[in-house]
Each structure stands twice: as C-alpha cells, then as structure tokens.
C-alpha cells in the first residue's frame, strides 16, 4: 500500500516495457511514485526499486510536473520533472528493466537552482528529431522584489548524447517573458510544423509563444 502523499501531477507510460502502461505520481517533500503495472488490473509500488522516487543524491524533493519521452532515442521512456526552488530540475534515465537513473547534473539541467517549475514538457522544437524541453516556472510566495514571484522560463536544446543546452538567452524576448506560470500546453496551433506554446498564468492573461524556428524536416498528412 501506498503511504498518503500530496501527489501534483501524473504520467502514464510503459517505463518498464512490458507492454503495459505503468503510472508515475510527482510527489511534494516525499518520495515520487512509479506504479508497475501488472497486467489485467494489479499494480505495485517500486519507486525507490527504479531510482524515481528521489534524486541523485537520495533526496526528497518538492516535485511539482512532470514530462514522459525518449529523449536520448534509446527506446525507453525517460521522465523530466520540475521542483521547488533551492533544488534542480530531475531527469530520471532509463536504463532498461524497470531501473532509472537521475542524472539532472550530468545532463546540463543543474544551472538553475533559484526557481519554482511547475509544467514540463519534452518537444522536438527545431525538428530535427531529438527532443528538447520546456519548463514554466512561477513563485507561491511574493516578496518585495516582483521578479521573484514572476519567473523566467527554462528551454533546454537536446544536444544528445545524453545532455542539454539552457538556450532561453537566445530564444527571444517571447519566450523570456517572466510570470507566475502555473501550467503550460503544447500544440501546433498553426499547421505549419512548429510546435508553438499557450502558458497558463497566474493573475494575468495566459501566453501564446509562437515557433519562428525554420520548419525542417515535417510532414502535413490530409
């Protein structure tokens, strides 16, 4: 049985390979979840067993969203996950049989340590088959200093092998922007190939960032 926990967000994925769809729990100040399906209804709890349930270091985190995807094109689901401030975000390696690694470090997602991330999302913004990710970050606590409290996103370029790029310096004023983001989705939202952002926010409007990246490699299919 599981032990009660504040759960934020939820994936589902095959992250063992079984060919069943397991479930991971992002949790706050306790252990992550992972859910092993075993088939025709059963499930078990083996997120300590898998490496997911905390990081590097062994540490349990303010897990807040969490992203599924085959980042290092390797064929088995890894997962990207945003925490509370004082902390890096997670990326959690599959090494196959139900065993994952974290390597935030290693990867390059360890620079910002100073930010409250809460959506997360694997994307192949530049189509060129690998894919990248995006966070959104905002503040709970205000402060005298408003920047604090609106926060600048996180847009990490997959470079492969196993590692990232913060590139957000250079990834216009749009994307730059600061708020107190709270969610984000993620959608071609103009048919032409580009994978654009709607960011939810917290007592404002919500954002709608627009890929001008060039197109590459796609295909429309009617």
Known sequence: ???????????????????????YVATDTSPSILLRNLGNGPYEEIGHESGTAVNEHGNEQGRIGGAASDFNRDGLLDIGKTNFDNDTPSLYVNLGDGLC???????????????VGWGSAFVNLDNDGWQDLFMVNGHVYRSGDR???KQARNLYWNLREGRFA???????????QRTAARAEAFGDLGNDGRIDFVVNNLNGPPSLLHNELPQGNWLRIR
């Open 166 to 176: 913060e590139i957000l310096a250079v990834a216009g004023e749009g994307a730059a």
């Open 101 to 115: 690694s974290e390597e935030a470090m290693r990867s390059g997602l360890g620079v910002n340590t100073h930010l």
């Open 1 to 23: 049985m599981v032990s009660p926990r504040y759960g934020f967000s939820a994936l589902t994925g095959d992250f063992d390979g079984d060919g069943w769809p397991d479930i």
């Open 147 to 149: 920047f604090q409290f």
